[in-house]
Nanobody
């Protein structure tokens, strides 16, 4: 099972940017997809970006045009560039690897992102 370690969270003012990184313990080139989720206090965990092994990406409307997911297979690392951050983006952000025929998920430990107004 792949191990994931996120980094890059922190405190930023509204309108600012952050880049999150997710380092995987195994090759990600053959994993179905890599994704970023977030969970705010009292809320359900939600998908904010996903990239498949073929490079196709998905974003919900809430972050489309502001967030960009990318992957570096040589470094087994996935990134989430977040621009024009809003206070409602405040959450713990989790990296996920989706693999196998059942699209099982492996999760990182999460990294806190706080956007002040």
């Amino acid at each position: 099972q792949v191990q994931l370690v996120e980094s890059g969270g922190g405190l930023v003012q509204a309108g600012g940017s952050l880049r999150l990184s997710c380092a995987a313990s195994l090759s990600i080139s053959s994993i179905n997809a890599m994704g970023w989720y977030r969970q705010a206090p009292g809320e359900l965990r939600e998908l904010v970006a996903r990239i498949t092994s073929g490079g196709s990406t998905y974003y919900p409307e809430s972050v489309k045009g502001r967030f960009t997911i990318s992957r570096d297979n040589a470094k087994n690392t996935v990134y989430l560039q977040m621009n024009s951050l809003k206070p409602e983006d405040t959450a713990v952000y989790y990296c996920a690897a989706m693999y196998g025929s059942n699209w099982s998920h492996s999760w990182g430990q999460g990294t806190q992102v706080t956007v002040s107004s």
